[in-house]
């Protein structure tokens, strides 16, 4: 077991960190069902036996990454939405962590994140997706604020949320740090730009502008804003998909 003095090196305290990130990796390689608490202490080098020391079976190690996980992002998140800011740099930012956190940050960790959910202890599995909608309506409260202040369209706020949510979180699917072609803060970017168009007002239909809006955007006014909603998240994931072709 080559790798045992290095885990017996560690400080205590981060040996069970170390058993975390093992599992998650591995659950991503291999996925939770097939990987066993075997293969985690064959990966840290160590007995089952001393793996048993830290945690006690394969259920729980799941549930930690998820609290884990899920805290990286929403502590982040639950700050931002805190700010003094405009509803329009809060969401801005948001998107940027969320990316952050899923690229850079670990990406072994949210691929099991936004896979494994049905594998979860019942116990757990309601807490995280209690915990998740508590984000999303972080999300949705920013996008509603927007809207009462004339920054952005009258979009549906909690579908608009879902939206920008599902594109965030698809790119644990398509990205590799190892073959991708785009940096983290050039996805962000691109998501950025892409979701505004999708949910930001121009600058001449922000309050305050004089100019008059054309005959197709009073018509468009008109209409439900469910099925604007709906087509906005049909056409970003049309160019979600080229953006997706491009890598691969």
């Known amino acids: 077991m080559e790798n045992q003095p290095e885990f017996k ?44 020391h830290y945690v006690g079976s394969k259920d729980e190690l799941l549930s930690i990454i998820y ?63 209690e915990e998740k909608k508590k984000y999303t309506r972080i999300v949705e409260k920013i996008i509603a604020e927007g809207i009462s202040k004339g920054l952005f ?21 398509w990205y590799s740090p190892k073959t991708a072609h785009y940096t983290p803060e050039k996805i962000a970017d691109h998501f950025i730009a892409l979701l505004e168009g999708g949910y930001l007002k121009s600058d001449e239909h922000r309050p305050g502008s004089k100019a008059k809006p054309s005959a197709s955007v009073r018509k468009s006014a008109k209409t439900d804003p469910r099925k604007q909603a709906l087509n906005r998240v049909k056409e970003q994931c049309r160019l979600l998909i080229e953006l997706i072709d491009e890598v691969v």
């Not at 608490?37 to 840290?44: A, G, T």
């Not at 608009?160 to 965030?168: H, P, Q, S, T, V």
């Open 9 to 52: 090196g560690l400080d205590k305290s981060l040996r069970k960190q170390k058993i975390i990130d093992t599992a998650a990796a591995l659950f991503h390689r291999k996925g939770f069902a097939s990987a066993t608490l075997d293969d985690v202490s064959k990966e840290l080098g160590i007995s089952k036996a001393a793996l048993y």
């Open 153 to 173: 369209k009258n979009v549906d706020p909690l579908l608009e949320a879902y939206a920008i949510l599902g594109m965030c979180n698809w790119i644990y699917k």
């Open 67 to 129: 609290t884990q996980a899920f805290d990286n992002i929403f502590k982040d998140t639950y700050e931002i939405s805190g700010m003094d800011l405009p509803p329009d740099e809060k969401l801005r930012l948001i998107i940027r962590n969320h990316i952050n956190n899923i690229i850079i940050k670990d990406l072994s960790m949210f691929s099991v994140y936004f896979s494994e959910e049905s594998q979860l202890p019942e116990k757990d599995f309601k807490k995280i997706r």
